[in-house]
């Protein structure tokens, strides 16, 4: 995946680094700071289920490409670019989870600014965002960066609890985009 979308990007002191075995244990100490979300999330990333998810997220299975979120040096979270439609055209991003401390902090959004931003530099012409339609945070959160609600995806996927989801897509298109490229 040569498109120059997979590369360390910052602002302030917010990072996204490429994901490497050595965000392993501050990943894990963040994701254990919310043991209710990972009901809302298609896997889990507490206890027993976080090694082997994250072997998942290092080798990219299924097509993504995972960022360790930090401030100030401290893993605070992850965030992804998911494969979505024809190469260089439509992305994805996804898999995001920022710890409870951030969340209604404006953190989330600079995260998102960031990628969203740097996907149409890089010449992607769509941005798209998947949510469990039980997230109505998360839903909330896309509908304010200006994203478009497409729709629903009925029984989109099964969760690792067991739960039928519905997944509400979102997208935000180039010329949508206000921010400088």
């Given at each position: ?69 930090l401030q ?65 945070r998360s ?43």
């Open positions: 995946m040569s498109d120059g979308l997979y590369v360390p990007l910052h602002d302030g002191d917010l990072s996204l680094a490429l994901l490497t075995e050595a965000h392993r244990e501050g990943l894990r100490v963040a994701c254990m700071q919310d043991d209710a979300i990972w009901d809302l999330y298609p896997v889990s990333y507490q206890g027993e289920a976080f090694d082997p998810q994250f072997e998942a997220l290092l080798t990219g299975a299924p097509k993504r490409r995972v960022y360790a979120i100030n040096d401290t893993v605070v979270g992850m965030t992804a670019w998911i494969e979505q439609g024809p190469p260089g055209w439509s992305i994805e991003i996804g898999n995001t989870f920022i710890t409870p401390a951030l969340r209604g902090s404006g953190f989330n959004r600079r995260v998102k600014d960031l990628l969203i931003t740097h996907a149409f530099a890089c010449g992607f012409e769509r941005v798209g965002f998947k949510v469990d339609l039980r997230n109505t839903q909330a959160a896309v509908t304010k960066l200006g994203a478009t609600r497409e729709g629903v995806l009925r029984h989109e996927r099964q969760t690792w609890t067991g739960h039928v989801r519905d997944t509400v897509s979102f997208s935000l298109l180039r010329d949508e985009w206000p921010k400088p490229l």
